[in-house]
């Protein structure tokens, strides 16, 4: 049985553009698991993580990659996740499985968007993080700045364990501040770790870094504040350990440094992965007993809830297995499934249960991944990461053995906020596309596939243009179909914004045995968070009005009539509907007719509420020259944005945004044409707004006429 001491499970996170492919290159060199480094963006292929030919050429990583790696005598498996926000999904479902992590962060960028959205991804899975201050030979670079941001930006203990000697181009290498050793890197790919005295020009500073380290730490180690109190020496040891416990607990994030393009800090990073980061041992992993659950449930017992019924799971191999499917690639000869193991084994041949489906699966082939290759194994432990071939399962499954019935804690899904119209050039790649649209859909929970009732046409919806754009793309490479694509549209939703009472009566007699349902009550407007629920039912009835098996066909109706909202026919948010009062017909009526009158009702509601248009809100962050800052931000002002923060440092300006995104189609060549090709930006989903009502106006006139076009060439 292995030591899972020596395992690490870390991801490598950041904005886009700061380094974390080019990081995981030069570990992937300096473990041995490759034997020529390549560039990102370099003439050879690109690195080796980005397999994807669309990844090569654009110098982005769009998928997360795995790979493991042996450092020392520690195994480490590394997921490389993209930057860019339009693929955050692949960021998420990797947080969700690992145990540790490494945040990248640029010398000049510091923390930008991104890192605030990596770093929400990691609070919310409690994965324990070490902060990597890449691109330290950039002119501007400033540690001091970034480790500030750190502190205010990610509300973040940071805890410098290294200070950098010289910045920029005069960068050579890092003062270890544990073990007061100068630490410089040289051979043809910096591959030579040289420890040595601290030059005396840094000595002062490395003393005052040094004891602000350890009065840090001595918040979290009595027994380390006792011996500063004391003035005695500090075993390093012991600030090893303190550190690490620091960590585990989130009370502290480790600040490293380096630059990993010029092959510098790459090793003392990997040193401190090992040391400070957690095994799975260290992770306390739960799932809830479905069985306990379903028992409960039949007993009528009061609490049923999932929190109710967690159970903690062990990290031995002898147990019976819990695994998550967290991610999966459609290919040729079948399903690509990627597994995280929390608790038993998988064996090659053996079948294991869908807890969500209830289906047994048998596991035919086990791989373990290195980027788009793989090696055959037999089986995967407790703590593996691996991947199965050729079985079928959805993104966030929970497989257990027959033993237990347990389902992991799912993987947050954020919503689309952008849509576009597809269909083939030419009939003969209907199929074809079909075929790809299902498979992005199967494998990337955000890439949403709908059919228009009313036009037919088939409708994608993604995160973001490039989200979009991407798989577009691939659909035309990868399965040799020429698209024509619709105008994007902005995913709008309806809201009510006065309460409304509701009397309404379903009757109808055609012989025989008719149809009746009598249902009384209010509906009115709860604000709408983004990750919460939009809709609230309440049953009000009382003495039998209604009985009780018809009052969830009422709710089913309700929800049947959200979908389309009576503005411009958009989903229905920000509903609570009370349900009162009502009556039934011992023979007429049914939960058939009971959910006619629930989506009758709320149709009619809906068209007293005083609806109103509510619009995703994207928080956008522009990077451009000094001199051309009040053109772009006049520019963003002309689109309805409202610039909340803005700072100016070493000639660069940078603004954080908030615009709508139905303004904001384009704005890659529109900001590329005022800069002269000099400004970059991001974006991401903020929250949803109320529309201005002479746009909502114009919003709804445009859709209502464009209903009338195509229902006048249907």
């Known amino acids: 049985m292995k030591n899972l001491d020596k395992y690490r499970n870390i991801g490598i996170s950041a904005h886009i553009d700061s380094g974390k492919t080019t990081l995981t290159e030069r570990v992937l060199y300096y473990s041995g698991r ?61 947080l969700r499985v690992l145990d540790g992590a490494v945040l990248v962060l640029c010398s000049v ?24 201050i890449n691109k330290m030979d950039r002119t501007g670079a400033d540690s001091a700045s970034v480790i500030q941001q750190i502190e205010e930006k990610l509300h973040v203990v940071p805890l410098p364990l290294q200070i950098p000697m010289g910045e920029g181009a005069q960068f050579e290498g890092v003062i270890d501040l544990v073990t007061m050793q100068a630490v410089t890197y040289e051979g043809e790919q910096g591959e030579d770790e040289i420890f040595g005295e601290i030059p005396e020009q840094f000595k002062e500073a490395a003393e005052e870094a040094r004891s602000a380290m350890l009065e840090t730490l001595s918040m979290f180690s009595d027994d380390l504040m006792v011996a500063l109190l004391e003035e005695a020496e ?48 260290d992770r306390e992993i739960s799932a809830i007993d479905l069985d306990a659950q379903q028992k409960a449930i039949k007993e009528g017992q009061e609490k049923t809830d999932s929190e109710s019924f967690r159970t903690k799971l062990s990290h031995s191999s ?15 000869f079948g399903q690509l499934t990627y597994m995280r193991i929390y608790q038993g084994k998988i064996e090659k041949g053996q079948s294991y249960i869908n807890t969500r489906t209830g289906n047994s699966t048998r596991f035919g082939r086990l791989v373990r991944m290195h980027a788009d290759s793989r090696e055959d194994v037999d089986c995967g432990e407790a703590g593996d990461i691996i991947a199965a071939v050729g079985m079928e399962c959805a993104s966030g499954d929970t497989f257990c053995s027959d033993d237990v019935n347990f389902a992991l804690e799912s993987i947050f899904v954020p919503e689309p906020v952008i849509r576009l119209s597809i269909e083939p050039l030419d009939r003969d790649g209907a199929d074809r596309l079909a075929k790809a649209i299902q498979r992005f859909n199967r494998e990337d929970p955000t890439f949403h596939v709908m059919t228009d009732e009313e036009t037919n046409q088939t409708i994608i919806a993604g995160m973001g243009q490039l989200h979009l754009d991407v798989y577009i793309e691939r659909i035309k490479r ?43 009550g209010q509906i009115e407007p709860i604000a709408v968070e983004n990750d919460s629920e939009t809709y609230e039912f309440i049953n009000d009835i009382s003495q039998g009005r209604i009985p009780r098996e018809y009052i969830p066909a009422v709710d089913k109706g309700f929800q049947r009539a959200l979908v389309k909202g009576p503005l411009c026919e958009c989903e229905v948010v920000g509903v609570k509907a009370t349900l009162s009062d009502g009556s039934y017909h011992d023979v007429d009526s049914s939960e058939m007719a009971f959910n006619v009158a629930g989506f009758n009702c709320m149709r009619d509601a809906l068209k007293k509420a005083n609806m109103a248009l509510l619009e995703p809100i994207m928080k956008l962050e522009v990077e451009v020259p000094e001199e051309y800052q009040g053109a772009v931000s006049g520019h963003v002002a002309q689109k309805r944005g409202v610039i909340n923060t803005s700072e100016t440092k070493m000639g660069t300006s940078i603004f954080i945004a908030e615009v709508p995104l139905a303004n904001m189609f384009d704005y890659a060549n529109e900001l590329r044409s005022m800069t002269q090709g000099k400004g970059g930006f991001s974006m991401e989903f903020s929250r949803y707004s109320q529309v201005p009502r002479n746009i909502q106006e114009e919003v709804v006139a445009r859709r209502l006429k464009e209903k009338e076009e195509r229902m006048a060439t249907a």
């Open 478 to 520: 990868e399965y040799k179909v020429e698209c024509i694509v619709g105008e994007p549209r902005v995913a709008y939703r309806e809201t009510p914004t006065i309460p409304v009472e509701y009397n309404h009566k379903h009757k109808k007699q055609t012989g025989g045995s008719g149809q009746y349902a009598h249902v009384v």
């Open 234 to 281: 500090v075993p390093v040891e012991d600030i090893y350990t303190v550190i690490r416990d620091a960590t585990l607990s989130h009370e502290i994030t480790p600040v490293m440094m380096g630059t990993a393009f010029k092959n510098k800090g790459v090793q003392t990073l990997l040193d401190a992965v090992v040391r400070f980061l957690p095994s799975p041992l």
């Open 318 to 332: 002898d147990k019976p297995l819990v695994a998550m499917a967290f991610k999966i690639v459609d290919e040729t």
């Open 109 to 132: 960028g510091g923390v930008q968007s991104q890192s605030l959205t990596v770093d929400r991804q990691m609070k919310r899975y409690g994965v324990p993080r070490i902060a990597f």
């Open 34 to 94: 490759i034997h020529k480094v390549r560039e990102v963006r370099g003439g050879d292929g690109g690195a080796t993580m980005d397999s994807m030919d669309l990844e090569r050429e654009r110098g982005i990583t769009i998928a997360s990659a795995a790979t493991q790696v042996q450092w020392k005598d520690t195994t480490i498996n590394i997921i490389d996740t993209p930057g860019h926000v339009d693929f955050t999904v692949e960021v998420e479902r990797s």
